[in-house]
């Protein structure tokens, strides 16, 4: 079901259609360990990502942000909703079939430290795709890795050093080398930059911007960090308590934030220019992150929006589309106030 | 600047570990006046200095491995260094405060938040238990704990990430210092909470005329708040100067690297990051010239013999390098 939608001109081939995706992570408790309540990590969450694009998902400490994507590639399992990857839903395909799924749909970590196994070889770590699934001898093994060192900017004669003799940037590259392994159409990138130094970042996501180019990538690229999000995305989703209150393309996104939690966290990243800060008024957003496991009645956002009223403490707002290519939901961004302003 | 008396002058402060494999020279030579109500940005990435430059200050490195091998830390006219643990542990909370990173690991689990705050209070403003505790609460509120005087009863665990910096914030005002060194203490929160935090910051520091040393990786933090900004690579400062300046301005090539690989705000997205090539050096066994000679793009062969020490390019801005009139911003 590899569906072409058609978004005016251009047509666009849709990868990944995530729809009505939620994972709840159950409390227990007592001896009996009785289902008192439900973290709602993921709640409801809706999105397409198109070939070759890369889609931000952004937002705070707890959002859901990384289940999401975790639950994407059934690292764990769905607790509703559908995953339609290349046709098939994944949310419904039993453990041999994901594993064969899992060879075009990759995932990089955000700790380069604990996502390598520090007694195995570089040889051995990113040739063990192709190993798990009989691709390749050894001797074509070999060549396989020095071929993806390559790639990713590392010697290949590296290859039989092992984790603990890298830097950070350096065992991310060996990182996604591994996932380059079985040529996925899809990577999720899970704040695959946030544990490295500044100087180091740069490296890293200009080497993710080459190899989408050259391989015809298509990621997810999950990150707290909206300055290099709005760098990498072609189109950006920012989730608040396990739900996506806005979604549109990059340009659109940070030149009008229309959701007021994504004006607030836009306001509230620093701008390393002491002309434009000094003269920056701020959106504070009183108090913290409610608990996903008893969020607010009504939109989740309602215990800190600048703008909250009544109507926000009782019922959810939809998720719509308020002009083509931009979903929002809140219930004072609608269709119509678009028009007026 | 002689004559003037400064509230704090680092002189040629130099830390050295005595590890395994090595000596590590974590900070080399490090030099710089502070007076009364300044704002000064500590930048540069992990395993620079920035943390160990300020534990010197604070005369908590642990000795050993620990090793203050040189300088002056001269503070209202007395060298800290030279003072006995007694007399330092007088300056330390109540004339210099610290803030850390990471406020769940730097307040006691078993102990009330009230109890801790409290608890400098009486030690050096010799307060009566009643009227510590009334400050605590009074502190709290201040630094915007909601129902503060329900929640100083609490313990830790209680607090969420950002209400346990603003804790540790109340904490460090608690005896009025000086001068308040922050070493990264917006790092493991969220933007909006960090916006939270430095809104605080800047607002106590008007209010009570204090003198910041707020020590980060990151740029834009230091854009909105610092009016100095030092920055290290490989234990040393390599330039120095008003923050401005710095940004618009800046003489040294790691400066320049550093402000390049940051996505611009507004503009060309999608024009390719400036990347500096290689990495930090290792702290043991660095080579002789500048430690940033191997990754520099303007590099002489004199960079790899003898190390540059900074030396004025405008108005109280400073460089460390030989080709500091060549560098330009990319």
């Known amino acids: 079901m590899a569906e072409a939608i058609n978004t005016g001109s251009e047509t666009r081939e849709v990868l990944l259609h995530v729809e009505g995706l939620k994972k709840y992570f159950p409390i227990r408790r007592g001896v009996f360990q009785r289902h008192i309540g439900d973290v709602k990590a993921v709640d409801d969450v809706s999105f397409d990502v198109y070939r070759g694009e890369t889609l931000g998902l952004v937002g705070e400490s707890g ?17 509703a909703g559908h995953v339609i990857f290349k046709g098939q839903d994944l949310a419904t395909l039993r453990a041999n079939e994901m594993r064969e799924m899992r060879r075009s749909m990759q995932m990089i970590f955000q700790d380069p430290y604990a996502s390598l196994n520090p007694r195995m070889s570089v040889l051995k770590i990113v040739g063990e795709p192709l190993e798990v699934f009989r691709l390749a001898n050894k001797e074509e093994r070999r060549e396989r890795v020095a071929h993806l060192l390559q790639l990713v900017g590392l010697n290949p004669d590296f290859m039989v050093r092992y984790p603990h003799e890298f830097s950070g940037g350096q065992r991310q590259r060996i990182g996604l080398a591994r996932s380059l392994a079985l040529n996925p159409d899809l990577i999720i990138c899970d704040e695959p930059i946030s544990a490295l130094d500044v100087s180091i970042q740069a490296q ?110 009782q019922e959810e707002p939809a998720f719509i589309e308020v002009e083509p290519g931009h979903f929002c939901a809140c219930h004072f961004v609608t269709p119509a106030t678009q028009s007026l302003q | 600047m002689a004559g003037t008396q400064h509230l704090l002058e680092v002189k040629n402060l130099t830390t050295r570990f005595h590890t395994e494999d090595g000596v590590v020279h974590a900070v080399n030579d490090v030099s710089y006046t502070l007076n009364e109500g300044d704002t000064l940005g500590v930048v540069g990435e992990s395993g620079c200095g920035k943390s160990v430059h300020a534990l010197s200050i604070m ?39 610290m803030i850390f990173q990471d406020p769940m690991t730097s307040l006691n689990p078993v102990k009330t938040v009230g109890f801790q705050i409290m608890e400098a209070l009486m030690l050096h403003k010799g307060m009566d238990k009643a009227s510590a505790r009334e400050r605590t609460v009074e502190l709290l509120t201040l630094v915007g704990i909601p129902e503060a005087a329900q929640r100083v009863d609490d313990y830790p665990h209680q607090f969420s990430g950002g209400m346990r910096q603003r804790a540790m914030i109340a904490m460090g005002l608690s005896c009025d210092p000086s001068i308040l060194i922050a070493d990264e203490p917006t790092t493991a929160l969220d933007v909006t909470i960090q916006a939270q935090i430095i809104d605080l910051v800047k607002r106590l520091q008007h209010k009570f005329g204090m003198t910041v040393i707020w020590i980060t990786h990151d740029l834009g933090v230091v854009a909105g708040l610092a009016r100095r900004v030092n920055v290290m690579y490989a234990g040393r400062i390599i330039e120095s100067g ?34 500096i090539p290689g990495e930090p050096p290792d702290l043991v066994g660095l080579p002789p010239g500048c430690a940033f000679a191997p990754r520099c793009q303007y590099q002489t062969p004199r960079c790899f013999k003898e190390t540059p020490s900074l030396e004025e390019v405008g108005l109280g801005h400073t460089a460390a390098c030989w080709e500091k009139d060549k560098v330009r911003r990319v």
């Open chain 1, 63 to 79: 959002c859901g942000k990384t289940t999401t994507g975790r639950t994407i590639i059934r690292i764990y399992e769905p607790t």
């Open chain 1, 204 to 313: 890293v996501v200009n080497l993710l911007e080459d190899l989408q180019e050259e391989l015809g990538l298509t990621y997810i690229f999950i990150a707290h960090d909206l300055s290099m999000v709005r760098h990498i995305s072609d189109r950006v989703a920012v989730m608040y308590l396990g739900k996506i209150v806005e979604l549109t393309d990059r340009d659109a996104l940070y030149a009008r934030p229309l959701h007021p939690y994504t004006q607030a966290l836009l306001s509230a990243i620093p701008v390393p220019d002491p002309v434009i800060e000094e003269s920056r008024q701020r959106i504070l957003l009183e108090g913290d992150l409610p608990s996903p496991a008893n969020p607010p009645k009504g939109c989740n956002f309602c215990t800190r929006c600048p703008q909250v009223q009544d109507i926000c403490e």
């Open chain 2, 59 to 97: 005369r908590l490195i642990q000795i050993p491995p620990g090793e203050i091998a040189g300088g002056e830390v001269i503070f209202r006219g007395r060298d800290l260094l030279k003072l006995s643990d007694d007399d330092m542990r007088k300056v330390r909370g109540a004339e210099i405060a």
């Open chain 2, 242 to 275: 008003p923050v401005k300046e710095i940004y618009a301005n800046p003489h040294h090539p790691y400066t320049v690297g550093l402000l390049g690989s940051l996505p611009s705000h507004g503009g060309r997205t999608s024009a390719r990051l400036f990347s």
